[in-house]
């Protein structure tokens, strides 16, 4: 079956740093650019990330650039996201998806929970 | 960063009903339209991509239309397992921007 298996969501002081993973079974996948989406306890969809197939291009929203890193391991059919400097707004699902290749998310994980509370 | 105007924000239609939803962009974004399907607890799942294509196995109840800046999403007869939070997504360019959601509920 095609999975996508995400973990490392936690409770994290404000300022503190949390590091998601998402481990993909079923597909191979280095063939496919991969991203992080996020979603507010309520509240609606926000893309966070995308990474390129062979990791050489990577893309942020606005509020996360300079401290979120998206990364990905090929080998290890992993895909990454580094948070630091995590605040209240922080807090969500967090989900990682599979874009296929006209631009649509194909294959969701089923999130993990990032709390940012002091 | 473009926006996507999504209305309404919920509606309430009997079984059987026709229900329409219709998701506005800040601007021309062709037919660069994706629509999703969340229900309560679970991650979205792709109805439609490319403002009218629907996915592999979802049902023909689901249509879509729309080009430039006005899209619509429609249920042509609504079933209980359609109750869901269904998303509009842009990705003509990033930042991809989702709608603020339009929940479906049974009347």
């Known amino acids: 079956d095609v999975q996508l298996v995400e973990s490392g969501g936690n409770l994290v002081q404000p300022g503190g740093s949390l590091r998601l993973s998402c481990t993909a079974s079923?597909?191979?996948?280095?063939?496919?650019?991969m991203s992080w989406v996020r979603q507010a306890p309520g509240k609606g969809l926000e893309w966070v990330a995308n990474?390129?197939?062979?990791?050489?291009?990577?893309y942020y929203v606005e509020s996360v650039r300079g401290r979120f890193t998206i990364s990905r391991d090929n080998a290890k059919n992993s895909l990454s996201l580094q948070m630091s400097s995590l605040s209240d707004d922080d807090t969500a699902v967090y989900y990682c998806?599979?874009?296929?290749?006209?631009?649509?998310?194909?294959?969701w994980g089923q999130g993990t929970l990032v709390t940012v509370s002091s | 960063d473009i926006q996507m105007t999504q209305s309404p924000s919920s509606l309430s239609a009997s079984v059987g009903d026709s229900v329409t939803i219709t998701c506005q962009a800040s601007?021309?974004?062709?037919?660069?339209v994706n629509w999703y399907q969340q229900k309560s607890g679970k991650a979205p799942k792709l109805l439609m991509s490319?403002?009218?294509h629907l996915d592999t196995g979802v049902p023909s109840r689901f249509s879509g239309s729309g080009s430039g800046t006005d899209f619509t999403f429609t249920i042509s007869s609504l079933q209980p397992e359609d109750i869901a939070t269904y998303y509009c997504?842009?990705?003509?360019?990033?930042?991809?921007?989702f709608g603020h959601g339009t929940k479906v509920e049974i009347k």
């Open positions: 998806a599979r874009i296929d290749g006209v631009w649509y998310y194909d294959i």
């Open positions: 601007q021309d974004i062709k037919k660069y």
């Open positions: 490319g403002a009218s």
């Open positions: 079923g597909f191979t996948f280095r063939d496919y650019w």
């Open positions: 990474i390129k197939p062979d990791g050489s291009e990577k």
């Open positions: 997504q842009q990705y003509n360019d990033l930042p991809w921007t």
